[in-house]
């Protein structure tokens, strides 16, 4: 299988390393407007054209199998569009609603895959957050927390960045959603604060928006209550609400991307805090399933990824794999359409997921 992967940014760059060692896949052609230098790789080919130029995009597309976008979440509306239109399967790591409702309607007139929100969270949070899910009768509630953090930050914020600012500032600024008594329901970014302690480490949780993908439709009236919230170090979250509601900033994005690319420091010194709790009833009583994981970054093919390059690379390798092997349907597929078992049954999904924490 070929596939096209738009971005050769730090996460593009890692899902072609993925591949390369990826029995499933053939061959690589990884497209960016920027000249790249990536490690040399048999299967890997680097195309420089501009995703903006429409005649540059369909040749792109051209031979491939699919098209992963591992482009900022607001070009992916035109990378699908174009994928529909030359009926190549499409798959993303976005967590922007609006770009997920978008691709979903291009997708009912496609015979092709159409895959959005792949990746840590949303992706394989939602997976295993239906895994645990179906592992009870009934169930009362269904707790997914997630957090790419730096391993050490010593500034006010207790943060230094590790992917894309523009996702990040994103997330924090639109409503989120939720289940609450069966019924689905809108709650405000940075709201919903909670202290969670994980191997002796103290995090704080709040909405963030995005993370919880289509999961509120699927269980609406199964689930009593359906909460996503991003983990952070205490303190993070009221330093973020002073910069984007007090001061107003959360309807300036750009501003406040552009600042936080220029002042806030850079790590691939970090960890990913993987936390889904469900409780409700089996056999009669009240139980609780959790599935929790701190995960590092690790070598591949001596390249050294960070923990948020390896977890959101290795999320939509699992689906890619499933993909070949003829296990998504056409049209959209949903993130917990993908059984937990299947997830954790491919190389990177078992390989990264899977195991011990």
Known sequence: MKIGIVGAGKIGSTIATLLEASDFCTEVVIGDSRPVRLPRMRKVRFVRFDVNRAASLRSFLRGVDAVVSAAPFFLNKGIASACAAAGVSYFDLTEDVDTTAFIRKLARKSDA???????????????????????????????MRVGALPL????????????????????????????????????????????ITIDGTEYEAFNTSGGVATMCETYAGRVQELTYKTLRYPGHRDMMKFVLQDLNLASRPELVTEIFDQEVPLTDNDVVVFYVSAVGTHRGQVQQRSFVKKIRGAKVNKVSLSAIQLTTAAGLLAVLELFAARRLK????????????????????????????
């Open 152 to 195: 050490t930050a010593s500034n006010q914020m207790k943060y230094y960045l590790s992917w894309s600012t523009a996702g990040l500032i994103n997330e924090y600024c639109h409503p989120c959603d939720a289940l609450y008594h069966g019924r689905h329901m809108k709650t405000l970014p940075l709201e919903g604060v909670e202290r």
């Open 330 to 357: 056409s049209g959209f597929v949903k993130q917990e359409s993908v059984s937990m078992a299947d997830f954790l049954a491919t190389r990177w999904g078992g390989q990264v997921y899977g195991g011990e924490s």
């Open 113 to 143: 895959t159409f895959m959005p929100q792949c990746g840590l969270a949303p992706g394989a949070i939602n997976i295993i957050g239906a895994g645990m899910a179906a592992q009870l009768k009934e169930v009362r509630q269904l707790e």
